[in-house]
């Protein structure tokens, strides 16, 4: 028994060997193919640097094209999707950025309006412009309330109808538009269909291109099968690496890399030449590396600047970097889905990498110099073939051929620092398109990259003036007098992501920049503040007195029902309000929002508690938290006597947010919210998270009314006092 066990675990071994014998010696690591050693240089304890040989790179190239055509057949590969007609222009879709809807180049919240025209000629400007778009309605707000991913996207200005002339004024322009799905979101409110049916129908109804699955190593069938019995068949896109096997549904993927010096051969493009992959790497302040490995690999870019409302912008210099590298691709994409693509040409000189890309007798190489320093010079060996005449597309000149004391046939051309080279080889004239090209690349190249700035701009941050109002010199009804005092307000934003980067949370106006956590002494003058947030009682006095209706009504007091607030709920915080609204309830009444440290010193007073009634959580002195998939509402502001604070401020925490400060820069708004709220979706970390402690704050990006309004945000006023 004991031997045939042991021949049996010998036997699987062996066998499990055999298995991966029949691989390649270059096996994929994730995303990427790894490159010849000798690619590579080494110390002198590592026998120094060998060059390769044109035996290295044959044996590599044969090597990861054995692996290729093996992995082809066992994944039962069939390319058909890239045939379709509707999803062509994902392989031609280089570059594209992941737009924030709350960024102010897109929508102007004064007028009322989307301004895609605006938000694209500033791209065209900075960086040469856009193939497609993601639009992205959903976190990092998403979870506040019970709306989910798809209740985010109807919610936006204008509704559906109003989306569906952004896309149509996006597809005026040439670009493609992506909306995200989140399978984490199973902790909002339940949709009606299954999420194959509500995606596929929803994106019908909008018109839309495509679907990032966020998150996700690659997006299910199911889901490419849906749209398709629609009619309306959509580009599915998944964050991570899908499996091989879903390569032939998933036409595009983010492309999640790691740099070294020699650039790796992407998988995905390498099974699937006509597979788009746009780089991810949204963090990083300088981009040379996701340009050069898009660059060499022939795909695209993630090119991403507002990160959750936190600006990591394009310099100068990766901006102009970004319009020439895009101007070639799009001129030679067709060359850029080659099934004989022959990655790591060999070139004459080190750390310059080369793809060639043949088609119809026709060659492209796409260069990178990945050196610190320029390269001048011989860089290339080509075939002496009769006729056949060589152009320099970076350049926009003409080359010719040079024998070299070897005998060798060479070009040489210029490569400056970490910059970029292309090559166009033709037996006969260049096409228009071509000597369009060249033209627009001599003009384009005329400066160095080094030329332009590669400083990161920090965009400056205000403060919303909250104007003052007349002094009281008695506590009106329901508000309570906070006295003059020196106070250190601390808080820290709660962002899930970014970490202490500069440009993250916001910057008060006594600080440089924006930041998570802030600390500064002040001194408070005396004012009065609602001992309870404003309740749908005295919001319906204000409505039936002053006739208030918002111009962008939609999700206005959405748990009312004709002009009316549910029974029973007469002495509950009043929901579903925006800032706008919550200023104009408070200029009628004669009194303003509060200033966020004043809100926190009447909630904390001057010991530095951490909750208005102490030190430690009580949850006795809050809601109980509704972590169901529906909302029940906030509870009535007084059932709660233990969350009073020492000034006897009451419901300051976990009933519902109650906005204070509005932040803004060029790109973002943004509403600071504090107290928390009773409702907690489950699920996922992505959700909103919540700032019980009175040191926290919670930072709403703000896009417009409809959008901003939600079922777990109210409001209190102030009023100066003498």
């Known amino acids: 028994m004991k031997i045939r066990l042991l021949l049996s675990l010998i036997s699987c071994s062996f066998f499990a060997f055999l298995a991966l014998a029949q691989d390649s010696k270059f096996r994929p690591n994730n995303q990427q193919i790894p490159v010849p050693d000798c690619l590579s240089i080494k110390g002198l304890l590592d026998s120094g640097y060998k060059p390769c040989t044109a035996e290295d790179q044959q044996l590599w190239l044969k090597d990861i094209t054995h692996w290729r055509d093996e992995r082809r057949i066992r994944i039962g590969y069939n390319g058909s999707r890239y045939e379709m007609p509707e999803l062509a222009w994902t392989q031609s879709s280089f570059m594209q950025p992941q737009m924030m809807v709350q960024d102010r180049f897109f929508y102007d919240r004064v007028a009322g309006k989307y301004t895609v025209d605006h938000y694209l000629d500033d791209l065209q400007k900075r960086y040469g412009g856009i193939d497609a778009v993601l639009i992205w309605p959903t976190y990092p707000n998403m979870g506040i309330d019970n709306r989910n991913q ?57 018109g839309a291109d495509g679907i990032n699955g966020d998150t996700q190593d690659g997006v299910p069938l199911a889901f490419s099968l849906a749209a398709d019995k ?68 022939g795909i695209g870019w993630e090119s991403w600047e507002n990160i959750w409302g936190i600006w990591n912008g394009i310099t100068p210099r990766d901006g102009e970097a970004t319009r020439r590298v895009a101007s070639l691709e799009r001129a030679i994409a067709e060359y850029l889905v080659s099934r004989d693509w022959e990655p790591m040409y060999p070139m004459l000189r080190y750390g310059v990498f080369a793809s060639r890309w043949p088609l119809n007798g026709r060659t492209v ?104 109002t007349s002094l009281g010199s008695t506590a009106p009804s329901g508000m309570i007098l906070i006295p003059e005092a020196d106070f250190l307000f601390k808080v820290g934003g709660i962002e899930i992501e970014g970490s202490n980067d500069i440009g993250v949370d916001v910057r008060y106006p006594w600080e440089v920049a924006p930041s998570r956590f802030h600390e500064h002494p002040m001194h408070i003058k005396s004012f009065y503040i609602d001992k309870y947030p404003v309740t749908n009682a005295e919001f319906k006095r204000f409505l039936d007195t002053a006739h208030y209706h918002p111009k962008d009504d939609l999700n206005f007091l959405l748990d009312w029902k004709d002009g009316a607030f549910p029974s029973g709920w007469d002495n509950r915080p009043v929901t579903w309000v925006s800032i706008e609204d919550a200023r104009t309830y408070a200029d009628w009444a004669g009194k303003r929002l509060p200033h966020e440290w004043e809100w926190q010193y009447a909630a904390q007073g001057a010991d530095g508690r951490i909750y208005p009634w102490g030190n430690q959580w009580d949850p006795t002195a809050v809601p109980e938290p509704d972590k169901n998939r529906t909302m029940r509402g906030p509870d009535p502001v007084d059932a709660h006597p233990k969350g009073a604070s020492a000034f006897g401020v009451m419901d300051l925490v976990g009933n519902v947010w109650q906005w204070t400060e509005e932040f803004t820069d060029e790109h973002t708004r943004s509403g600071i919210l504090r107290g928390g709220s009773y409702y907690q979706p489950q699920g996922s970390i992505w959700y909103f998270p919540q700032a019980y402690k009175l040191i926290e704050h919670g930072k709403l990006l703000m896009m417009s009314p409809s959008m901003d309004r939600s079922g777990a945000v109210g409001f209190r006023v102030v009023q100066d006092a003498r």
């Open 365 to 468: 190489w796409t260069i990178v110099n990945r050196n610190e320093y320029d390269v001048d010079g011989p860089q290339m060996e080509v075939p002496a073939t009769a006729g056949m005449r060589y152009f320099d597309l970076y350049g926009g000149t003409e080359l010719q051929v040079q024998k070299d004391p070897t005998g060798r046939s060479v070009l040489s051309f210029s490569m400056e620092i970490n910059g970029f080279g292309a090559i166009f080889a033709t037996n006969s004239e260049p096409d228009p398109k071509i000597q369009k090209l060249m033209s627009d690349m001599k003009r384009l190249t005329a400066k160095p990259l080094v030329s332009f700035s590669n400083e990161r701009e920090v965009l400056k941050q205000e403060i919303v003036p909250i104007p003052a």
């Open 150 to 206: 798809h209740d985010m996207i109807r919610c936006m200005p204008g509704g559906v109808a109003g989306l569906r002339q952004v896309i149509a004024d996006f597809h005026k322009r040439g670009v493609r538009v992506l909306f995200p799905m989140m399978m984490w979101d199973q902790g909002t409110r339940q949709a009606a269909k299954p999420w194959t049916e509500e995606i596929a129908e929803l994106m019908k109804e909008l």
């Open 230 to 297: 629609t009619g309306h068949p959509l580009a599915f896109e998944p964050e991570g690496g899908p499996s091989d096997e879903a390569l032939a549904w998933n036409v595009m993927t983010w492309g999640q890399y790691q740099y070294p010096f020699t650039p790796l051969v992407d998988r995905y493009k390498w099974l699937e030449p006509r597979h788009m992959v746009n780089i991810s790497d949204r963090w990083n302040r300088n981009k040379t590396n996701n340009l050069q490995f898009a660059f060499f690999n």
